[in-house]
């Protein structure tokens, strides 16, 4: 159960006390788009008395908006999801470097910039679902995936996605740039049909009989274990999951975070949010609210998440793994991933 806003001002209280800035006001840029976000701004508002204007819209879209307004922009927050998007902000220099104990202290090190110009607050772990009944051995690693035995089973997004993109480049970041290239190629090869739709779409070809394996972050099921999906929900039953390479590197994990603008107007402000998005309250309604891992390890996870189970995680550092998501798409083009 997630605490009271009485109990988030006392937890948050330390910071404000240290700030001048527990007032006025905070501009948001935000593409991440669930409405059960709108707890976590209510009750920072609540506890801190900084009124938060939002500018949502699609990533690319507001990093272009925030290149566009140079040093005019009024951003002072960017959260996004995916660290293909957090790296592509940082390269087109609307983030800045910062400086806090609480984000360094909270927030794992391998899930933050090694500048410290984004930290990741949330995470999905992109696993492997598959028809129980069908599939009797299923995948055990995402090198399986490539394996012949599999051809025409399996559902998975295209190389746009950006999930993909780090999942190949993480691979990119483990094996080399040559061993994903056969990965690449050997999961082309064994697609019942070419990408399309959402991760929720992959798990629902399972259910409609189009493949016996999907590709999916872990929150699209864990959100219909908590609430009704329809196409979903009511067939959870005949679907199984593995958290891939498990001994050996460990699942691939997906994440969601933010970042100061690089011109921030109200940067006090700022700080303190990404500061209130590491603390326990945000870190569980992180789970609570969007059936995602929180970043921070000792925060209690949400029953629809812990349904999935104990797993290894990839500790790799997500700043190596933006480093090679260039690479990831020159061999998503060369081997004809759609």
Not at 137 to 146: K, Q
Not at 174 to 182: P, R
Not at 205 to 225: K, L, M, P
């Amino acid at each position: 159960m997630l605490k009271s806003t009485t109990c988030l001002a006392a937890a948050l209280s330390a910071l404000i006390a240290t700030s001048a800035a527990a007032e006025g006001e905070l501009n948001l840029y935000s593409s991440r788009h669930y409405d059960t976000d709108e707890r976590l701004y209510t009750d920072f508002e609540d506890a801190t008395g900084i009124k938060i204007n939002r500018i949502e819209g699609k990533a690319d879209e507001l990093i272009a908006r925030m290149e566009a307004e140079g040093a005019n922009s009024p951003a002072d927050v960017m959260l996004t999801v995916d660290t293909s998007r957090l790296a592509r902000a940082k390269d087109a220099g609307i983030l800045q470097s910062i400086e806090s104990d609480t984000l360094e202290e909270r927030i794992p090190a391998n899930l933050q910039d090694t500048d410290n110009q984004w930290f990741g607050f949330s995470q999905r772990g992109r696993i492997i679902f598959y028809n129980k009944e069908n599939v009797t051995n299923p995948p055990a690693t995402y090198a399986d995936l490539a394996k012949p035995e599999y051809k025409g089973l399996i559902c998975i997004r295209s190389s746009t996605n950006t999930y993909n993109q780090t999942l190949l480049a993480s691979i990119i970041t483990h094996e080399g740039a040559e061993a994903a290239k056969s990965w690449a190629e050997g999961v082309v090869a064994n697609m019942a049909r070419d990408p399309q739709g959402g991760d929720t779409d992959q798990l629902r070809g399972i259910v409609s009989g189009e493949c016996d394996i999907a590709v999916s972050n872990t929150y699209y099921y864990a959100r219909a274990i908590r609430k009704d999906v329809k196409g979903l929900s009511s067939d959870l039953d005949m679907i199984g999951w593995v958290f891939p390479n498990q001994d050996s590197y460990g699942a691939h994990m997906n994440l969601s975070g933010g970042g100061v603008a690089a011109h921030a107007p109200n940067k006090e402000n700022a700080i303190l949010f990404l500061e209130y998005l590491a603390s326990d309250q945000a870190q569980e309604y992180f789970s609570a609210g969007n059936d995602e891992f929180s970043a921070v390890q000792s925060v209690e996870l949400a029953d629809s998440v812990k349904a999935l189970g104990d797993f290894k995680a990839d500790d790799v550092n997500l700043s190596d793994v933006a480093k090679n998501i260039p690479e990831a798409q020159k061999i998503f083009n060369e081997v004809g991933w759609k």
